[in-house]
C-alpha cells in the first residue's frame, strides 16, 4: 500500500513537471484525469480539477493550456481550488496568480471568460486571501508590484479604483505608499498612478490627509500640479476628463481592443498601452 501511494505521488509529480515543460495539451489532459494522489499525507485518490490545472499553467506560462482549459472548461476552470491550493473561498486566485507571475495574455483571457459568466460579475474586485494577501483586491496586487499593463488591463475591464483592502487601503494607495518609500522604479509607479487616475472621477482615497499635511515632500514626488489636483485645491486637467469620458464609453468585455480601435493619436493612448497591452 505504502508503495502504491509513493508511486501515485510521483504521477502527480509528473504532471506539475510535464506543465512545466510545455508539454502538449492532449498529454496534459490524459495526466490531468489519471486518478492519483496528491502529495498531502491525508490525500484522497482523486483527479486535478480544471481549475487547479489552470493554475500551473500560469505558474508556468503554458498559454496553449490555460487558453483550452478556459475555452473547454469556462465555469470549472475559474472555479475556486482545492483547499491544498488556496484557503479563501472569495478570492479570485487565477486572477492574482496571473498578475503576480505577468502573465499579460492568460490574464486576458481570463477577464474575457469571467465576463461571460453571469456568476462572476463582481470577479475582478474580489480580495484576496485574508492570511497572505491581507484582502488586496487583484488590482491592489498590480499596483503592488507596479505592473502597469495589468493595471490597465484590469480598469478597463471593470476592477474598481475604489476597491479597499483589510486596512482601508485603494490601489492609488499602494502606489502613493510606493513613491513615498523609495526613488526605485518611479517611471513604473507614475505610470500605475496615471492609469488610475484615468478611471477614478472622485479622488477618495485613505493618505489623502497626509498629502495635505505634508505637502512640501509630496510636491517634490508628485509635482505641485498633480498635488493640488490629488488634494482637491485644482480641478482634474482636460485631457484627464476628455479621457475618462472616452474610456468610460469602452465596452469592458471588449477591453482592449475597443482601446486599440479608438481614432486618436496612439500618443495620446494611456502610457502603459502604447505598443505594449495588445493581447492575442
Not at 109 to 123: D, K, M, T, W
Not at 128 to 133: I, S, V
Not at 164 to 171: A, C, F, I, V
Request: glycine share 4%; with cysteine.
Amino acid at each position: 500500500m505504502e508503495d502504491e501511494r509513493k508511486q501515485h505521488k510521483f504521477i502527480s509529480f509528473l504532471f506539475y513537471q510535464a506543465v512545466r515543460d510545455l508539454k502538449p495539451v492532449w498529454m496534459l489532459e490524459d495526466m490531468r484525469t489519471m486518478e492519483t494522489f496528491y502529495w498531502e499525507e491525508d490525500a484522497k485518490q482523486r483527479t486535478y480539477s480544471p481549475s487547479e490545472a489552470l493554475l500551473y499553467a500560469i505558474v508556468h506560462d503554458h498559454r496553449p493550456y490555460a487558453h483550452y482549459l478556459l475555452s473547454r472548461f469556462s465555469d470549472e476552470a475559474l472555479e475556486m481550488p482545492g483547499e491544498s491550493f488556496y484557503c479563501c473561498p472569495s478570492s479570485a486566485p487565477h486572477l492574482a496568480m496571473a498578475v503576480r507571475y505577468d502573465r499579460r495574455d492568460i490574464l486576458a483571457h481570463i477577464l474575457q471568460v469571467a465576463h461571460q459568466l453571469p456568476g462572476l460579475r463582481s470577479y475582478m474586485n474580489r480580495g484576496g486571501c485574508f492570511h497572505l494577501e491581507d484582502g488586496k483586491t487583484p488590482l491592489h496586487l498590480a499596483c503592488e508590484l507596479l505592473r502597469a499593463d495589468a493595471v490597465m488591463l484590469l480598469l478597463g475591464n471593470g476592477a474598481s479604483p475604489q476597491a479597499e483592502d483589510h486596512n482601508g487601503m485603494t490601489p492609488l494607495d499602494v502606489v502613493l505608499q510606493q513613491l513615498r518609500d523609495s526613488k526605485a522604479n518611479v517611471g513604473a509607479k507614475k505610470s500605475c498612478l496615471e492609469n488610475l487616475l484615468m478611471f477614478m472621477p472622485e479622488m477618495r482615497f485613505k493618505m489623502k490627509s497626509a498629502l495635505q499635511k505634508e505637502r512640501q515632500c509630496w510636491s517634490k514626488v508628485l509635482g505641485e500640479d498633480k498635488l493640488n489636483y490629488l488634494t482637491g485645491r485644482e480641478p482634474a486637467p482636460l485631457f484627464l476628463i476628455a479621457m475618462r469620458r472616452i474610456l468610460a464609453q469602452l465596452p469592458p468585455e471588449q477591453f482592449p481592443s475597443s482601446l486599440d480601435k479608438l481614432p486618436i493619436p496612439a500618443a495620446l493612448k494611456p502610457r502603459a498601452h502604447r505598443g505594449r497591452l495588445s493581447v492575442a
